[in-house]
């Protein structure tokens, strides 16, 4: 009876008791999946260290020009020619129109709902080299 009253206290002290058997023997949290990885990558490194390839010179022509974001020609270096040119620019239907004349029909302007076809500032801007005629970017309104 005093060796009962001992071992009480002592489960006590434990915070997390362990799950029952029968759990654990449920869960198979022993068996680790076989990692595929080393068994599917066979050896390709041969015995003889292959020399490395030589370093391939790129000619960096292709440099990103960043082209800002306004709806006014600008003065840039084409990308494509290397020039300094002044971006020609040409205007297009966008976003931006086709929602001036959904807003227009809504609010019963029939007529007016299609001004926004005919006016530049409301059109998405492209902008192209006047040299070699390419198309260097798109400005969107919305
Ligand atoms: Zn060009």
Redesign the pocket.
């Known amino acids: 009876m005093a060796d009962q009253g001992d071992q009480y206290p002592t489960e006590k002290m434990y915070p997390a008791p362990a799950p029952p058997p029968y759990f654990q023997g449920a869960m198979p949290m022993q068996q680790y999946p076989p990692m595929p990885s080393f068994a599917e990558s066979p050896p390709m490194q041969p015995l003889a260290t292959a020399p490395p390839p030589p370093p391939v010179t790129f000619q960096p022509v292709q440099t990103p020009v960043i082209i800002p974001r306004v709806h006014e020609p600008v003065v840039i270096d084409?990308?494509?020619?290397?020039?300094k040119?002044t971006t020609s620019v040409r205007y297009g239907i966008g976003m931006m129109v086709h929602l001036f004349a959904v807003v227009l029909c809504f609010f019963g302007c029939w007529p007016c709902c299609l001004i926004p076809y005919c006016l530049d500032p409301c059109k998405d801007t492209t902008h192209e080299?006047?040299?070699?005629?390419?198309h260097?970017s798109v400005v969107k309104r919305l």
């Not at 084409?78 to 020039?83: G, S």
């Not at 080299?129 to 390419?134: E, L």
């Open positions: 084409c990308p494509h020619c290397r020039a040119i080299c006047p040299a070699c005629g390419r260097l």
